[in-house]
């Protein structure tokens, strides 16, 4: 059974994703209170895609699930775009080293020690430096991997998996994300993340009652998640919280409060079960494409405004949402024009 709602669920993921990460380009950052707390209800959107992507998994894949035709599928149309746009990234990166050292005027070793201390593989597995938002590619696939154990995980008894996600979510709360840079972030992400995908594959399961229970109360659920995101920015915590995995930094409240905005936005938009949303449902479809194109748009700005010595007004909230329409409007038109182009490789090419 399709659920609209989830489909507009998952078109107000990627806004938030690509909000969050059009700040530096548009030079904002919040300097109040009440600015930190937006900034921290902004960031952290990678917590709603996984807890849809666990949804999903449950609602579409369980009954009739075949590992070797899922893992077939997760490679050709989100592996495969993965690989073809960062390929993209890595040679522009090989290129701007060479460009440096041959144009500089000192002698080429620093040249050739900047280009051998290159990792391709490191590249590829971290999805960093590429585009922004790539690292959530090698993580997410080692979780469609470990398929098989989510199917089993899903025949516990209901006490058995809540306790299970209940221990995880607390040592992901202390253990926090990782840092994007490091070769073992990847499957640091996987172990902070996985919580959150067997609880979107729960609230799946056990839909009918979690509307039923929590009909008319996501009022609550939204004014508890802005009373968190209030508190971190009053203690001085803004944004995601990355570390390594045994230095104790506190508790990631911003995981607590995005399990909280994905059961928030679950109960908020059933009400809109049976209506038809043409512009969310548009974002929805074409929310792999966005996600692949919108970190290409952001280093384009930013290289451009590199090249013009330029930089915008500081903390103008005009210019960051205008920047972050523009990103999201020439990812969505470029998605749709592959489509249009390529009607039978798009999603070989932009996942969508």
């Not at 806004?15 to 969050?20: A, D, Q, S, T, W």
């Not at 990792?119 to 469609?144: A, D, E, H, K, Q």
């Not at 494409?289 to 010595?309: C, E, P, R, S």
Request: hydrophobic share 55%.
């Amino acid at each position: 059974m399709y659920i609209n709602s989830i489909n507009y669920f998952r078109g107000i993921a990627i806004i938030f994703i690509v909000f969050g990460h059009s700040l530096g380009i548009a030079n904002f950052s919040y300097s109040t209170i009440i600015g930190n707390t937006i900034f921290n209800l902004t960031l952290g959107g990678t917590s709603l895609f996984v807890f849809i992507s666990g949804f999903l998994f449950h609602h579409i894949f369980y009954v009739n699930f075949e590992f070797k035709r899922f893992m077939v599928k997760k490679i050709k149309y989100v592996l495969f775009p993965y690989l073809i746009l960062s390929t993209f990234s890595i040679l522009y990166l090989l290129l701007r080293i060479t460009i440096d050292g041959l144009l500089s005027l000192n002698t080429t070793s620093p040249f050739y020690e900047k280009l051998s201390s290159i990792s391709i593989f490191r590249l590829y597995l971290t999805g960093t430096p590429n585009f922004v938002g790539y690292w959530y590619i090698p993580f997410i696939m080692i979780v469609f991997v470990m398929s098989p154990f989510f199917i089993r995980f899903i025949k516990l008894n209901i006490r058995i998996k809540l306790l299970i996600v209940f221990f995880m979510l607390i040592c992901s709360a202390f253990m926090h994300r990782g840092i994007e840079e490091n070769i073992y972030s990847v499957f640091q992400n996987v172990l902070f993340f996985t919580p959150v995908y067997l609880l979107g594959m729960i609230l799946s399961e056990k839909k009918d009652i979690v509307y039923f229970k929590f009909k008319g109360k996501d009022i609550h659920l939204l004014i508890l998640i802005i009373c968190i995101a209030l508190f971190q920015a009053y203690i001085g915590r803004f944004g995601n919280y990355e570390k390594d995995p045994f230095f104790f930094n506190g508790v990631d409240l911003m995981l607590v409060q995005k399990i909280l905005l994905c059961l928030f936005f679950m109960i908020f938009l059933y009400r809109f079960e049976n209506s038809k949303n043409n512009l969310l449902d548009i974002i929805a479809t074409n929310s792999f494409g966005i996600y692949f194109l919108h970190g290409i748009f952001i280093t384009i700005i930013a290289q451009i405004k590199v090249m013009l010595d330029f930089s915008f007004t500081s903390n103008s909230f005009t210019i960051y949402l205008l920047i972050t329409l523009l990103v999201f409007s020439l990812s969505l038109i470029t998605t749709i024009f592959i489509k249009r182009t390529f009607p039978n490789y798009s999603r070989y090419l932009v996942g969508s």
